[in-house]
């Protein structure tokens, strides 16, 4: 390595941050973007595309020479040669340096605009490895491909090789839609890419992004990345995303408004299922937001009902429990311009919503909405012909997001608490807030409720809480029978 080398490595070592990376975290990052590297020869050390760590403890230098990037000595940085004594981190990070350090024609764009490109599907990039987003993110892929070869210009860039990454990490989902005819395009490129550098996509994708067979589960197996993960002895292994051994919490959150019918089974048992192999805890939370249709006997019913189960939770809560907070918390969103008092007829709401028209009552002042959210609170007559709708958007695809409803008014007396309240929260209201302030890490809901997943997040957000992760399951459905507690009642 000549002089200019060190000298480059040593300017190098000024921009990178103080702390640490994760060694493993940071090869399957590379991993990502080595694949098209292969068999090139470097010049000198800018077209070198090679990091390595450094043992906090003792400020020794080690390589992270472990990957399948030892292909040529040529790409390769020695560590002992080079003094710097801090680290880059931050997956996105990294991989634009590693762009714009590379020979590759195009793998940062050809000027400004097109790394502004760039940079913008690295951003869009983990949204594919969202289970609830998975489907969007295909669709929004195989519309833009649709009269395009790449995703950024007219050659292979970072931003091609991190989405076809991520897609080949969704394992069997990805692979299941692949072989079907619903998003040609973004099949055609996929194919295209997988094509054009087989090997060592092949060869990464096994070692980093997880294909331990087509659409198999990641390796390393969980049970080596986490110890004290509960082994399944039944062959069948159902991993939760970003879960932590110890740190997990769920809730089974029936309504009290019927007995416990077999689809809710289903939802109990998976609760069990993942509280107990993250050895984490079980909520098992009434979500008595009804007064009209739930009862003491309900409750009693189910709690027999998921004892005979054998689900063993943690706790029993109500979120009648948060009502006052739930209030608050309203208030607060009408404060800040993220919620208003609609007094819109039903059926003229339900028809605006559809067709994506405001409600007059939109651009109302904070002044007028405080004071018909007091005549809600207090059940006078003018009160209930209002509900608090939260301020989304009016015009978005996802109709769950044009202003739903909140708050409503209820003047029938609670089970628990009587006729203390006049106004109710809705269970696309209060579910996300409690979910947030319970402490509950994951919320398993069935795929029915897909289309509201962006609705529970853009709520969590209104309310500056937590994120929840969303983990769907199946809605189980049988024939000859009657499922649905509407009909069943």
Not at 229 to 253: M, Y
Not at 366 to 384: C, D
């Amino acid at each position: 390595m000549g002089k200019s080398g060190v000298g480059e490595a040593k300017a190098f070592g000024k921009v990178l941050s103080e702390k640490p990376a994760n060694a493993k975290g940071l090869q399957r990052s590379l991993g990502l973007i080595w694949c098209p590297l292969k068999g090139l020869r470097c010049k000198d050390l800018r077209d070198n595309v090679f990091l390595f760590t450094f043992m906090q403890e003792s400020g020794k230098r080690k390589a992270l020479d472990d990957g399948p990037w030892k292909f040529n000595n040529d790409l390769m940085v020695m560590a002992d040669l080079i003094q710097i004594r801090n680290f880059i981190h931050g997956v996105n990070t990294i991989l634009r340096y590693i762009a714009s350090a590379s020979s590759v024609s195009n793998f940062y764009g050809q000027d400004a605009i097109q790394a502004a490109h760039v940079d913008q599907w690295l951003e869009y990039a983990p949204l594919i490895l969202s289970g609830s987003e998975f489907e969007a993110a295909c669709s929004f892929l195989d519309g833009y491909l649709a009269s395009r070869t790449f995703l950024v210009g007219y050659g292979l860039s970072i931003a091609d090789i991190v989405v076809w990454s991520n897609l080949t990490g969704t394992g069997q989902r990805w692979e299941s839609l692949r072989k079907s005819k619903k998003y040609q395009s973004l099949v055609r490129w996929f194919n295209s890419v997988a094509a054009d550098y087989a090997g060592a996509l092949d060869e990464v994708t096994s070692a980093y992004v997880g294909r331990r067979g087509i659409g198999k589960s990641p390796a390393p197996s969980l049970k080596e990345k986490m110890p004290g993960l509960k082994e399944n002895t039944s062959g069948h292994q159902i991993d939760l995303p970003g879960a932590k051994v110890g740190e997990v919490c769920v809730r089974f959150a029936p309504e009290p408004s019927g007995y416990l019918h077999i689809g809710h089974a289903k939802a109990a048992l998976l609760n069990k299922y993942f509280a107990e192999r993250y050895n984490g805890r079980l909520i098992v939370r009434f979500d008595d937001t009804n007064p009209s249709k739930e009862s003491n006997e309900f409750v009693e019913n189910v709690l027999k009902d998921i004892e005979t189960l054998g689900v063993k939770y943690d706790v029993v809560t109500y979120t009648s429990d948060y009502f006052p907070k739930l209030m608050e918390m309203a208030e607060s969103l009408i404060k800040q311009g993220k919620a208003y008092v609609d007094d819109t007829p039903k059926e003229q709401m339900r028809s605006g919503r559809m067709d994506g028209v405001e409600s007059k009552c939109r651009n109302s002042t904070v002044e007028e909405n405080l004071s018909l959210w007091n005549e809600m609170v207090n059940g006078t007559k003018r009160g209930t012909q209002c509900c608090v709708r939260g301020k989304l958007d009016m015009q978005d695809p996802n109709k769950s997001l044009r202003d739903p409803v909140y708050y409503r008014c209820n003047p029938d007396p609670h089970h628990r608490v009587g006729s203390k309240y006049k106004v109710y929260p809705t269970y696309d209201f209060a579910c996300p807030f409690v979910d947030a302030l319970e402490g509950v890490t994951h919320v398993l809901r069935s795929s029915e409720y897909h289309d509201r997943n962006a609705q529970y997040y853009r709520v969590l957000q209104d309310m500056g809480l937590r994120r929840v992760e969303i983990y769907e399951f199946s809605r189980l459905n049988m024939v000859y029978t009657v499922l649905s507690k509407r009909k069943l009642l």
